[in-house]
């Protein structure tokens, strides 16, 4: 897969597949969607405290992923995570109520969106500064390999985080290393406004891989089982102490870059051809291809998922408000 426009449009290929990972994958593409769509009503409807970022129509490469690791495996996310969270099986109550800036949030309502965080599910942190999760899963993955965890380390991340120093050093170091590091190009074709082509001389990022010794491979990212078996490759390479993996994943997200911003800068036809690939819908369709399930059970998944939001949405509006002074109980200083 060479360009952006070799992006598949048919269903996924979900023949020969587990049923029940297949189910799985679905109910959180759907909860993903789900929990974005409503947050963006919410944002437009209540006095909801900071902003947010969406990544609808991106689910597949968080869910892909994220299926392919244990529970105790680790990621880092960025400030477009909501998904990445949900794939790792942060409790969407606890997501919602962080949100809401509430005290029974994921982070007590002192981080909000841009830095959902959730150690006990592996979740080290989504991060606003754009590649400030590399080398924290840098870190996780040479702290797995000195403790002879067997765990691997993932970082999720932007096209434009390729063109930051830091994802270069850190390639470097866990090639150098051998760490048990997976990075996840999540190229969703623009880096806030500028395009892949205008900010990198090297549009093929996977190919960057080469200069540190790794891997590097293009998925379809709108396929969650490309995904999916790309990261399960790359997964068992890593435990078995053959070093990390580069995978750039082609998407893109439907909305803007943040919450309210137009995206004028986007051509409207390119915008509906990105849709008419849907990841979700393509899995969907998959499934029903292979007689994995009918409709009306797809149907009761994507019930069920909403229902799951609206409930999250529903606790979270219960919970305290945090306090002024809330803050206080989480600095610490040394004399």
């Known amino acids: 897969m060479n360009t952006a426009t070799e992006i598949l449009r048919g269903p996924v290929d979900c023949g020969g597949r587990d049923p029940a990972l297949l189910r799985r994958m679905f109910r959180k593409m759907l909860e993903a969607r789900e929990f974005e769509e409503q947050l963006y009503y919410l944002f437009l409807t209540t006095a909801m405290p900071g902003t947010m970022h969406q990544a609808v129509g991106q689910e597949a490469v968080a869910v892909g992923v994220v299926s392919a690791l244990n529970a105790d495996d680790t990621i880092t996310s960025t400030h477009r995570g909501h998904a990445h969270c949900v794939a790792k099986d942060v409790p969407l109550n ?63 991340f932007g096209d434009g985080a390729v063109n930051e120093g830091i994802f270069h050093e850190a390639l470097n170091m866990a090639s150098l290393w051998n760490l048990p590091a997976i990075y996840i190009i ?59 993996t580069l995978i750039e994943a082609l998407t893109y997200r439907i909305r803007g870059h943040a919450r309210f911003e137009a995206a004028g800068y986007r051509p409207a036809e390119e915008v509906e051809a990105w849709k008419a690939g849907d990841p979700i819908e393509r899995f969907a369709a998959g499934m029903i291809a292979a007689g994995v399930a009918a409709e009306i059970e797809l149907n009761q998944i994507r019930a069920d998922a909403e229902k799951a939001v609206e409930d999250a949405i529903a606790y979270a509006e219960s919970c305290t408000d945090v306090g002024a002074d809330d803050y206080l109980a989480y600095i610490t200083a040394e004399n």
Do not use: W
Not at 194 to 218: I, K, Q
């Open 94 to 156: 606890d997501m919602m109520a962080e949100m809401f800036a509430k005290r029974e949030g994921s982070c007590r309502g002192m981080g909000g969106s841009m830095h959902l965080t959730d150690f006990d599910k592996g979740m080290l942190g989504a991060f606003a500064i754009v590649g400030a999760g590399i080398p924290i899963a840098t870190g996780a993955a040479l702290s797995a390999k000195v403790r002879g965890s067997g765990q691997v380390a993932v970082s999720f």
């Open 186 to 244: 999540e190229n969703n074709q623009y880096a806030l406004s500028m395009t892949v082509a205008e900010s990198s001389a090297l549009p093929d990022l996977a190919a960057r891989a080469s200069a540190y010794n790794m891997p590097g491979l293009r998925v379809d990212g709108n396929d969650a089982l490309a995904v999916y078996d790309a990261a399960r490759d790359a997964v068992e390479r890593a435990r078995k102490g053959d070093g990390p």
